[in-house]
């Protein structure tokens, strides 16, 4: 199975600062279509995960552009340009390349 | 607007079985594969399993392969998970989502506890 290892798994961030989340798989997520399968979701205290990024970089609908994905291969990341209030949780990265589908532990995401 | 509205969840004892069901709705739902992920209480986000658009392919993780089966029917834009021989461990929210490789809009979840 594709390990996916988040870092780090807790992040207090002061309001305004930027934050940054590492994800790293144990094969490359790249698929045979040439596509990359890594996406992001966030999850709001008492809420659903919701889908941030999907395919490495692309925002979805109604993301602030506040979040970015970057990465390629093996070593992605998720950052955040000012951290809002709103932005507190818990991110995870999944990849969708393989079977089975995994997840990474996930990050807190706190204020400090 | 899409939705999905999982239902089936509760208390149920070990060794026993359940059946949740996701209601579909605001997409052609015959055109997308789906998946059912959990989490347990306090725990992260783990995949359970997918089924392809036209049921032709489904895909277990390794923890409920052969206790848990993944089926839809896309007359009624329902996906189903039977899941027999219940174990402590299976206790979580579980989720439907629409997707199996990019999982974009998952429902609210619906709970179920494995527990004597």
């Known amino acids: 199975d594709v390990v996916m290892t988040q870092s780090p798994l807790s992040l207090p961030v002061t309001l305004g600062q930027p934050a940054s989340i590492s994800c790293r798989s144990s094969?490359?997520?790249?698929?045979?279509?040439?596509?990359?399968?890594l996406n992001w979701f966030q999850q709001r205290p008492g809420q659903s995960p919701r889908r941030l990024i999907y395919?490495?970089?692309n925002r979805d609908s109604g993301v602030p552009d506040r979040f970015s994905g970057s990465g390629s291969g093996t070593d992605f990341t998720l950052k955040i340009s000012r951290v809002e209030a709103e932005d507190v949780g818990v991110y995870y990265c999944?990849?969708?390349?393989?079977?089975?589908?995994?997840f990474g532990q996930g990050t807190k995401v706190e204020i400090k | 607007e899409v939705q999905l509205l999982e239902s089936g969840g509760g208390l149920v004892q070990p060794g026993g079985s359940l059946r949740l069901s996701c209601a579909a709705s605001?997409?052609?739902?015959?055109?997308?594969?789906m998946t059912w992920v959990r989490q347990a209480p306090g725990r992260g986000l783990e995949w359970v399993s997918s089924?392809?658009?036209?049921?032709?392919?489904?895909y277990y993780a390794d923890s409920v392969r052969g206790r848990f089966t993944i089926s839809r029917d896309n007359s009624k834009n329902t996906l189903s998970l039977q899941m027999n021989s219940l174990r402590a461990e299976d206790t979580a929210i579980y989720y439907c989502?629409?997707?199996?490789?990019?999982?974009?809009?998952w429902g609210q979840g619906t709970l179920v506890t494995v527990s004597s």
């Open positions: 989502a629409r997707g199996t490789a990019n999982p974009a809009y």
């Open positions: 605001g997409f052609t739902f015959s055109s997308y594969g």
């Open positions: 089924i392809s658009d036209g049921a032709g392919s489904t």
């Open positions: 094969q490359s997520l790249v698929y045979s279509d040439g596509n990359t399968y």
């Open positions: 395919r490495v970089s």
């Open positions: 999944m990849q969708g390349t393989h079977w089975p589908r995994t």
